[in-house]
């Protein structure tokens, strides 16, 4: 296990807007995620295979074929399994962070302290039903008591089982987890355990910490990726399905362009209803623009764009994945980027130094050098969105009359939730569970997380894959920045369907559904659970019994490797592109590919291609309908 790097040269966009704009910000002298990543060939082969360990000052250790150990003698299984445990723990509190503000914001709308009102009443009583709140109580009564709860369960003890998983998971579920221990209790207090255990010379299990990252994935499910999701539609909607633009080309050079960046869309909520009002058109058109657009990017954008319909004629589309920020502001078109928390490249500074753009960053734990901040609070909203707005004008005023926006563009539909689809079925799941069990739809996959310029992916992956899974009839349903690469690959669109297997098209047309359905933001995995659920309790099965199956096929940050674990736990198998830095653990690595299915249901494979991955991931599906006792379509692209 010598340290050894899979990569050489430079990487490139595989897609032809992007490689527009990469010639574009060369062109002005700018270096960018492709040339770093050539620059740090060869990578370290130690950090790849996970056999290296910083934590104490006898180090840094490595596992070579020399040194079996570290100086305090952990082995290689030891070093790989708490690694992954410290990404984990840091990923599901980063989720339950975020999901912490949205709970602080609905307490404060029950208090009257708040620039917000909700959206969805509906929503409100029946998520506060679940967990014993009275439904008959006040609008703001409820908001109070909902926020409340979710603060509490996110901050409980870890030896006191979450409620907040033993109301919303199957009964059959909690069985398993309650044999194996691995109930989590309160997510901030899981992860001050996980951490306490990872320190050096606390504990030398490595089964024990990989158990701990399922406990972590549960605790990430229902207090990060559900409360985020939940709170967060009861404040701003409902996602319901829309058409609207989407890729770089989208940006208008004759309005006020405002980038909405990030993860948590609250404010952006507030910045759309500003931009949208008489008063701020009237400004906008004195310093001589058009009007006021306001843009997304990244899981925000999605976020934004799954209520899209509220916001006509001032939300003007979604723009682009993680690999593409820089680039998104290379156009020399945005006056004001407004970014809160999450997958913010630290070279965007220079970017917006560079083409004029005005960047604010708006909470408290994220830090550009030289940004100006706007700390986003719940009674603070409107005065801070008034202040972007103002601000984005200003800087309308001062643009260079070149930019450079490619002329691509396109559309998708997004939007879907559980609640969607149902109501795209007629009111019921019963219609996808017939389609499934006639083979209409062989199966169900998600296509989630991230992309990464690893293995010249940069979304290469996420679109191969996915169209191989349309055309074995196989439903893909996508989030995070995978939805945003398959929204600009055109394949979020009805009429994508054409594309797809003769069975699922035959679906698709009828329904006027994509092959490929937009759940919306990385966060919104919570929601591809929800409908997940939904079919297994129609079903009257545990989840592993079902013919669904879930892909990261370019993953890349710690909340992907939380998510993961809440994956396996809840009983799914699942596919990871790169590998994850743990090859260097023949246990770890066993555990994760084979062990932990006979345990949760749940397991992890690794593969680079997406034609044998699709392969793979159809004998799974194929093996899920087997056990169900449903007809197997050996051949696949029919």
């Known amino acids: 296990m010598d340290c050894m790097s899979c990569h050489s040269g430079e990487q490139k966009p595989h897609d032809e807007v992007t490689r527009f704009m990469y010639k574009q910000a060369r062109q002005d002298g700018m270096?960018?995620?492709?040339?770093?990543?050539?620059?740090?060939?060869?990578?370290?082969?130690?950090?790849?295979?996970?056999?290296?360990?910083?934590?104490?000052?006898?180090?840094?250790?490595?596992?070579?074929?020399?040194?079996?150990?570290?100086v305090c003698g952990a082995d290689a299984d030891l070093m790989v399994a708490r690694n992954l445990l410290l990404k984990c723990a840091q990923g599901t509190v980063a989720n339950v962070y975020h999901a912490r503000n949205v709970a602080l914001t609905l307490k404060a709308v029950g208090e009257g302290k708040a620039d917000y009102d909700i959206a969805d009443e509906a929503k409100l009583k029946r998520i506060a039903g679940l967990f014993g709140i009275d439904g008959k109580a006040s609008t703001k009564k409820l908001a109070y008591e909902l926020g409340s709860f979710f603060i509490q369960q996110i901050n409980s003890n870890d030896y006191e089982p979450l409620k907040l998983a033993e109301a919303l998971a199957l009964p059959k579920r909690l069985?398993?987890?309650?044999?194996?221990?691995?109930?989590?209790?309160?997510?901030?207090?899981?992860?001050?355990?996980?951490?306490?255990?990872?320190?050096?010379?606390?504990?030398?299990?490595?089964?024990?910490?990989?158990?701990?990252?399922?406990?972590?994935?549960?605790?990430?499910?229902?207090?990060?990726?559900?409360?985020?999701?939940?709170?967060?539609?009861?404040?701003?909607?409902?996602?319901?399905?829309?058409?609207?633009?989407?890729?770089?080309?989208?940006?208008?050079?004759?309005?006020?362009?405002?980038?909405?960046?990030?993860?948590?869309?609250?404010?952006?909520?507030?910045?759309?209803?500003?931009a949208a009002s008489k008063e701020y058109i009237a400004k906008a058109k004195k310093a001589g623009a058009s009007g006021i657009k306001v843009y997304g990017s990244l899981c925000e954008g999605q976020q934004i764009f799954n209520i899209a319909k509220k916001y006509k004629g001032v939300f003007a589309g979604q723009v682009g994945n993680w690999i593409e920020q820089e680039f998104i502001l290379a156009t020399g078109a945005i006056d004001v980027m407004a970014f809160d928390y999450n997958c913010v490249m630290p070279t965007m500074a220079d970017f917006a130094a560079k083409y004029h753009t005005k960047m604010i960053s708006t909470d408290k734990v994220i830090r550009q050098r030289g940004v100006e901040r706007m700390e986003y609070a719940p009674d603070k909203a409107l005065s801070i969105a008034h202040n972007i707005v103002d601000k984005a004008i200003e800087y309308f005023g001062k643009r260079p009359a070149k930019t450079h926006i490619p002329s691509t563009k396109s559309q998708a539909m997004a939007g879907f939730t559980t609640e969607s689809v149902v109501s795209a079925l007629g009111g019921s799941v019963q219609p996808l569970i017939d389609a499934i069990v006639g083979g209409s739809i062989k199966g169900v996959a998600a296509v989630v997380g991230c992309t990464t310029v690893r293995e010249s992916q940069s979304g290469r992956n996420i679109k191969a894959l996915s169209e191989e899974l349309n055309k074995r009839n196989i439903l893909v349903i996508g989030a995070g920045c995978c939805s945003s690469t398959l929204q600009n690959s055109h394949l979020m669109l009805p009429e994508s369907a054409k594309k797809a297997g003769k069975k699922l098209a035959g679906v698709c047309e009828s329904l006027g559904l994509p092959p490929c359905l937009s759940y919306g933001s990385c966060t919104d995995i919570g929601k591809i659970i929800d409908t997940v659920v939904a079919i297994a309790k129609t079903l009257n099965v545990d989840i592993p019994a079902l013919p669904v199956i879930a892909s990261a096929p370019e993953y890349m940050e710690q909340k992907a490797v939380a998510d993961a674990f809440s994956a396996v736990a809840l009983g799914i198998t699942l596919h990871l592109a790169p590998a994850p830095p743990v090859l260097g653990s023949k246990l770890v690595t066993e555990v994760l590919t084979e062990t932990v299915e006979g345990l949760t249901g749940g397991k992890v494979f690794v593969d680079l291609d997406p034609v044998t991955t699709a392969d793979k991931m159809e004998e799974v599906i194929n093996k899920k309908r087997e056990g169900l006792g449903l007809k197997i379509d050996k051949a696949g692209k029919k």
């Open 31 to 70: 270096e960018t995620i492709y040339e770093r990543f050539a620059k740090q060939q060869p990578q370290c082969g130690f950090g790849t295979l996970g056999v290296c360990c910083t934590l104490c000052t006898d180090g840094p250790c490595q596992i070579t074929r020399k040194a079996s150990r570290g």
């Open 175 to 274: 069985e398993v987890w309650r044999k194996l221990d691995i109930l989590p209790g309160g997510p901030n207090s899981e992860a001050a355990t996980a951490l306490s255990k990872c320190m050096t010379n606390v504990n030398n299990d490595p089964v024990d910490l990989l158990l701990h990252c399922l406990r972590l994935g549960i605790a990430n499910e229902y207090a990060g990726l559900y409360g985020i999701t939940s709170m967060q539609e009861i404040l701003t909607g409902t996602a319901s399905p829309n058409v609207g633009e989407v890729n770089i080309g989208v940006f208008d050079p004759a309005t006020v362009n405002i980038l909405a960046h990030g993860h948590q869309p609250l404010l952006a909520i507030k910045i759309l209803e500003v």
